[in-house]
C-alpha cells in the first residue's frame, strides 16, 4: 500500500530531470541517458531502495572527486567466453550495461560467458542486467559486492560484508522473465535508507543498531548492522556472492570496501560479476520455451493457501508495479521529493508533478 506522504512524477519527468542534472556534472548525454534509464526502472518496478533515492549520493561522489563522470571503460583480459573490464571508477551502472552486453556478444556464438569487473561503482538493481541476458533468450546472472560494509561475519561483531546482492532472470514465453533478484540480507540496506528518509519505523527483524540490539528505529540500523537471511546461511550466501564479485577481477573485498555515503571522495574499487547461459546452447529454445510455460503453470495453478487469491512468480509483481508506474506515475515520498527538487534547484532543472 502506497504511503499518504507521497507524490507522483512522470517517467519522462523523472528521466529528464536525471539526465539535464548528469549531463551538468559532467557525464556524457548517451550515457546520461543509459544510466538514468536504469535507475529509473527499479522505481518503475516497485524497488524504490535502489532507484532515485540514490541519485543524490551519485551526484555527490562525482563532485567531490569519488566517481569518475567520464571514465574509459577497458578490458583487462579479453577471450572467447570470459573477460575481465575495468571500469575506470564510472558509475556502476553505465559500467554494468556495459559488461552485460560483452558477456550477451560472447554468448551469441553459444557460449556460456562470463564477464568479471573491477574499478566501479554502486550499480544498483541486479535485475536490470540479468534481465537484459533474459531478453536474449539467455539465462542472465549478475553478481556484486556491497558498496557498504554492514553485516558481520555469522558469530562476529565487526561489519566486514555487504548484503552482496545478486540476480538470476530466465527468459520465458511470457510477457516477462522469471527473475530472482535479492540482497543477502533479510532487507536491503536501501529500504532502511528510505524509512531513514521518510520517518517511518522498520521491522524489528531487519537490522540492529549500534549496540547489537534488534531495532525499529530506521535511523539507528544505518549506524548498525544488517541481519543475514536465514541467519548462518545468509551469511555464507553473501560471502559467496562477494567473493564471486571480487576475487575474479581485483576489487575491493573486506576491510578494502569504501563506504559508498561517507567516503565520496575516494574511489570505491566495486567489483560486479555477469554472466549468461544461452538457451540454445542446450536445447532448441522453442522447446525450452515449452517446458518453462508448463514449468509456469505448475507453480501459478498449485492449490492456494487458505485466503490466498493468487500465487505470483519471482518478477512478477515487478512487472504490474511497472505497468502501473508507468500509467499513474512514480510515487516519492515527501523528503526524497524535497530533496531532489533542492539538487533541482542547485542546476536549474525543475522536477514536475504527475
Not at 289 to 298: F, H, L, N
Request: with cysteine; charged share 20%.
Amino acid at each position: 500500500m502506497e504511503a499518504a506522504n507521497t507524490v507522483r512524477v512522470s517517467e519522462s519527468s523523472l528521466k529528464t530531470y536525471c539526465v539535464e542534472i548528469l549531463t551538468r556534472v559532467g557525464v556524457p548525454a548517451g550515457e546520461a541517458a543509459e544510466i538514468t534509464d536504469n535507475l529509473v526502472e527499479a522505481d518503475l518496478r516497485g524497488v524504490d531502495s535502489h532507484g532515485v533515492v540514490r541519485f543524490p549520493i551519485y551526484i555527490k561522489r562525482i563532485l567531490d572527486g569519488g566517481t569518475n563522470a567520464t571514465p574509459k571503460i577497458s578490458l583487462v583480459r579479453d577471450g572467447l567466453t570470459s573477460a575481465v573490464m575495468d571500469g575506470d571508477n564510472g558509475l556502476g551502472h553505465l559500467v554494468g550495461i556495459r559488461a552485460m552486453a560483452l558477456a550477451i556478444e560472447k554468448g551469441k556464438g553459444g557460449n556460456c560467458a562470463f564477464v568479471a569487473v573491477r574499478n566501479s561503482n554502486h550499480f544498483g538493481a541486479a535485475a536490470y542486467y540479468s534481465e537484459m541476458a533474459a531478453r536474449n533468450n539467455m539465462i542472465g546472472f549478475s553478481f556484486t559486492i556491497g558498496a557498504i560494509n554492514h553485516m558481520t561475519p555469522w558469530g562476529g561483531a565487526e561489519a566486514v560484508l555487504g548484503n552482496n546482492p545478486f540476480a538470476v532472470a530466465f527468459p520465458t514465453p511470457g510477457a516477462f522473465p522469471i527473475v530472482l533478484d535479492m540482497a543477502c540480507s533479510i532487507a536491503a540496506r536501501g529500504k532502511i535508507i528510505v524509512a531513514a528518509k521518510e520517518g517511518t519505523p522498520i521491522p524489528a527483524e531487519w537490522a540492529t543498531g549500534p549496540d547489537g540490539l534488534p531495532t525499529t528505529d530506521a535511523v539507528e540500523a544505518l549506524k548498525g548492522f544488517v541481519v543475514p537471511v536465514g541467519g548462518p546461511k545468509g551469511y555464507a550466501l553473501t560471502l559467496i556472492v562477494g567473493l564471486l564479485s571480487t576475487m575474479l577481477s581485483g576489487a575491493f573485498f573486506g576491510r578494502d570496501v569504501g563506504d559508498l555515503y561517507e567516503k565520496t571522495t575516494t574511489a570505491q574499487n566495486s567489483g560486479h560479476l555477469f554472466g549468461v547461459l544461452p538457451v540454445d546452447a542446450f536445447d532448441d529454445v522453442d522447446a525450452y520455451m515449452q517446458r518453462m510455460q508448463k514449468a509456469m503453470t505448475d507453480v501459478t495453478g498449485a492449490r492456494r493457501a487458505t485466503g490466498v487469491e493468487r500465487i505470483y512468480l519471482p518478477g512478477e509483481r515487478e512487472y504490474i508495479s511497472l505497468g502501473a508506474r508507468r500509467r499513474d506515475g512514480i510515487p516519492l515520498g515527501n523528503s526524497l521529493l524535497g530533496e531532489l527538487q533542492e539538487l533541482g534547484a542547485q542546476y536549474g532543472v525543475p522536477l514536475p508533478l504527475a
